[in-house]
């Protein structure tokens, strides 16, 4: 696998934790700043892909009004709470 090398500045207390991480679980530096960005660009990559998902949603018609959900949001307080909404 090719490797390249990126750089960033980070706040001390944030390298700090991420140097007393590394320590604990006996690894890098470079492999716990790894680790937590292929993390953050996956959980990126699936917040893409549903707000895709709901803009497609929308574009097709399928939507819940504010009122409904509203009614519905408010049921959950109370003995009798309604069955969640659908499109």
Known sequence: MQTRVM?????????AKVDAA???IDRS????VKQALVAWVDQEDE???MTLEALADVDAGRIISDEAMETWADSLSSDTP???PTA
Request: proline residues 9%.
């Open 7 to 15: 750089t960033a500045h980070i706040p001390l207390d944030l390298a």
């Open 22 to 24: 590394a320590s604990r």
């Open 29 to 32: 530096r470079g492999w716990v």
């Open 47 to 49: 917040r893409h892909r």
């Open 82 to 84: 309604l069955p969640r």
